[in-house]
T-cell receptor, first 119, second 111 residues
Framework: DAGVTQSPTHLIKTRGQQVTLRCSPK?????VSWYQQALGQGPQFIFQ???????QRGNFPDRFSGHQFPNYSSELNVNALLLGDSALYLC??????????????????FGSGTRLTVV | EDKVVQSPLSLVVHEGDTVTLNCSYE??????LLWYKQEKKAPTFLFML????IEKKSGRLSSILDKKELSSILNITATQTGDSAIYLC???????????FGGGTRLMVKP
């Protein structure tokens, strides 16, 4: 299956600790976006990586950082964990292009997520 | 700040009923409206709507975009228990860098 793969599936951390979540994009996709979904809410955009650089960032503090590797896979790092960071973290991969009409991203495909619990 | 609102928050129906889910959006440099179904974890793609007034259909599901009213609806006819899920809509901006999601509609279909 060449879908989006995330690891680990579940994680329990203590307040103040640091965590790294991983994402492998769908085959053929070069762009990775990260979303945080708190219980009972819709996903919220954290940031997007393309060509190993952060292209856009949502309204999240600097404790949230990321990285994209040459093979397009990505990591999300969260430092100094707070109880409020407990959520489902979703990775979405897509393909970016630059047609004459402007830069675009298509084909958002989500992974199954990492459930992070901070205690 | 971009905003997407979905209604109703939750819905309980019986098998065979028809449901209509609503989504309104305020997205700067709007490009498209996407619908996803989320059963357990991974949202799965349903529709992407870019043009106003053109209905997209997939089996019992259909959706349409109204760019004048900044809204979209998702219809499900002859509902089945397998349709029970959270339905998410999201607005995508022109650069496509991010999706702004609504809070979702939780649909429960009873036998």
């Amino acid at each position: 299956d060449a879908g989006v793969t995330q690891s680990p599936t579940h994680l329990i951390k203590t307040r103040g600790q640091q965590v790294t979540l991983r994402c492998s994009p769908k085959s053929g996709h070069d762009t990775v976006s990260w979303y945080q979904q708190a219980l009972g809410q819709g996903p919220q955009f954290i940031f997007q990586y393309y060509e190993e650089e952060e292209r856009q960032r949502g309204n999240f503090p600097d404790r949230f950082s990321g990285h994209q590797f040459p093979n397009y896979s990505s990591e999300l790092n969260v430092n100094a964990l707070l109880l409020g960071d407990s959520a489902l973290y979703l990775c979405a991969s897509s393909q970016s292009g630059q047609p004459t009409s402007g830069f675009y991203v298509v084909g958002y495909t989500f992974g199954s997520g990492t459930r992070l619990t901070v205690v | 700040e971009d905003k997407v609102v979905q209604s109703p928050l939750s819905l309980v129906v019986h098998e065979g009923d028809t449901v209509t889910l609503n989504c309104s959006y305020e997205v700067t440099n709007f490009r498209s409206l996407l619908w996803y179904k989320q059963e357990k974890k991974a949202p799965t793609f349903l529709f992407m709507l870019t043009s106003s007034g053109i209905e997209k259909k997939s089996g019992r599901l259909s959706s349409i975009l109204d760019k004048k009213e900044l809204s979209s609806i998702l219809n499900i006819t002859a509902t089945q228990t397998g349709d029970s899920a959270i339905y998410l809509c999201a607005g995508q901006n022109n650069a496509g860098n991010m999706l702004t999601f609504g809070g979702g509609t939780r649909l429960m279909v009873k036998p």
